[in-house]
C-alpha cells in the first residue's frame, strides 16, 4: 500500500465520504477536517443573495437565456442575462447587481451519493458536487455545493462563494 495515498485520503474527509478526492488546491486547506467542520467552513451558504428562481431559454445565434430573480438584502431583484452558459450568465447577473467575483478554479465530480447513515440537511443521494475558488477584492474563498444536476450545483456553489465574500 501507498502511504502517500492512503494519508492523503484519510485526511480528506470528502473522500472519505464519496470515494473521490477534493480538487488539490482545497486538499490542503480541508486536512484533517471532520465532515462538519469541511460543511461549516467551505458548504455552499446563505448571506446576501438569495436565489429565488433560475430558468434557461434557447436565445439568439446558439446563445441561451437565463432568467433569475434573487434576494439582495430585503430587495427582490429579476435580472437576464444572454449568455453560451449558465456560469457566466450567472457571474454577469451577480456583477449587474453589485456582486463582483471572479472565478478562479472550477471543479465538477459525480458522487455516488449520501453515505450510509448519514442525514445531513442539503446532501442529497446520487449527485454532483462542484468546487468553486472565487476572489473578490484580493480575498479568496472555496465554496462547495451538491445537487442533482451540475447547473443546479454550480450556481449554488457560485452563490455560496459571493456570499462568503461579499456576507
Known amino acids: 500500500m501507498n502511504t502517500l495515498s492512503s494519508t492523503t485520503f484519510s485526511s480528506d474527509c470528502f473522500a ?64 437576464t442575462a444572454t449568455s453560451h452558459g449558465p456560469i457566466d450568465a450567472l457571474t454577469s447577473m451577480l456583477y449587474d447587481a453589485g456582486f463582483h467575483i471572479e472565478i478562479l478554479n472550477f471543479h465538477q465530480q459525480r458522487v455516488s451519493g449520501r453515505r450510509r447513515g448519514t442525514s445531513e440537511s442539503g446532501i442529497h443521494a446520487a449527485e454532483i458536487a462542484t468546487f468553486v475558488l472565487c476572489e473578490f477584492d484580493g480575498r479568496r474563498a472555496w465554496s462547495m455545493a451538491m445537487d442533482g444536476d451540475g447547473t443546479s450545483s454550480s450556481i449554488r456553489a457560485i452563490i455560496g462563494a459571493a456570499n462568503m465574500l461579499h456576507g
Request: charged share 15%; hydrophobic share 40%; glycine share 14%.
Open 16 to 79: 472519505a465520504r464519496y470515494g473521490a478526492p477534493l480538487p488539490r488546491d482545497l486538499r490542503d486547506q480541508a486536512a484533517n477536517m471532520s465532515w462538519a467542520a469541511f460543511l461549516q467552513r467551505f458548504g455552499a451558504r446563505t448571506g446576501p443573495i438569495r436565489l429565488g428562481s433560475w430558468s434557461a431559454q434557447p436565445g439568439p445565434g446558439g446563445q441561451t437565456r437565463f432568467d433569475a430573480t434573487f434576494g439582495v438584502g430585503n430587495a427582490i431583484h429579476t435580472t
